[in-house]
């Protein structure tokens, strides 16, 4: 009975954090157990040009909405004590994009830098970026290096944005920083696990236990490759600007009927046989 209560208590004081809900996200937040949520959330912001689309607008007004979905993720997983969150922003491969929608992405990203830095503060978030921000315009780079700065002395969720993103890039930069420090030492340590995850960007950070995709999409699109070896993974129908709080709350509730084993089976239970899922279809 003492631990009914205490974690009623629980439930309640984070729903007063996350402020008023809908029917719907009442329902769905009661079903969550707040003391068995990811440490680590990682999301593949996909389908806003789609969203678009279907609505007759231009890719802009996409990627302009999905802003606001990013707000209320950011937020909701902030006041839900979640450790990190990652969003897929900008790959290595989205150059290949028309010159115009880059253009436009690198704006909005400085535009929403600027703009959510009180939500960032007031929720006592610190942000990182993940990728190759060295090949990023001077401008965005200096944006960038100074929401790092203004929040280092936070001490809640750590946001880490990937710009400039990939995850065999990724690989490759700390293998070649591995090669830059052993280079003139006569006896060379050995590589293992440990040695390249301290070099990947995400150093610090437990890996992601939920990796999120939207759209319906069933690939991992080069992120997070070396992270995600275990993490759970979510895919919705649902598109990135259309992805609400209701809908974090199921990834969150999926994330915790899976029996997570990492790489073993418990003790006399049979081999389980169980089919990739896509939410909503």
């Not at 996909?46 to 890719?59: E, I, T, V, Y």
């Not at 790092?148 to 990724?170: K, Q, W």
């Not at 420090?181 to 440990?194: D, V």
């Not at 974090?248 to 790489?263: M, N, P």
Request: charged share 25%.
């Amino acid at each position: 009975m003492p631990q009914t209560k205490s974690h009623t208590t629980l439930q309640v004081s984070a729903s007063g954090a996350l402020g008023p809900l809908t029917p719907e996200e009442a329902l769905l937040f009661e079903k969550l157990d707040l003391e068995r949520l990811p440490r680590h959330v990682a999301v593949i912001m996909d389908g806003n040009g789609r969203w678009a689309q279907q609505r007759h607008l231009p890719r802009a007004a996409g990627h302009r909405s999905g802003t606001k979905t990013a707000r209320s993720t950011i937020e909701t997983c902030a006041r839900l004590n979640i450790e990190a969150l990652t969003l897929y922003a900008f790959s290595v491969e989205n150059w290949r994009r028309p010159k115009t929608e880059t253009d436009f992405l690198m704006q909005l990203l400085r535009e929403y830098l600027r703009r959510e830095m009180p939500l960032i503060q007031r929720n006592n978030i610190r942000m990182r970026f993940l990728g190759r921000s060295d090949e990023l315009p001077k401008g965005v780079q200096d944006d960038m290096r100074d929401a790092t700065e203004r929040t280092s002395g936070n001490h809640g969720m750590v946001l880490c944005v990937a710009m400039n993103y990939g995850g065999r890039a990724e690989i490759v930069d700390a293998v070649n920083a591995i090669v830059a420090e052993q280079n003139g030492h006569a006896g060379r340590a050995e590589i293992t696990e440990e040695s390249v995850a301290r070099h990947m960007y995400t150093s610090g950070l437990p890996d992601p236990d939920l990796l999120i995709r939207t759209s319906g999409e069933m690939r991992v699109s080069n992120f997070l490759l070396w992270q995600i070896a275990y993490a759970e993974i979510f895919v919705t129908e649902t598109l990135w600007p259309d992805f609400n709080r209701a809908r974090l709350f199921e990834s969150l509730i999926e994330f915790q009927k899976r029996e997570r084993r990492y790489g073993g089976i418990r003790e006399g239970q049979p081999h389980p046989e169980v089919s990739a899922r896509v939410v909503g279809k």
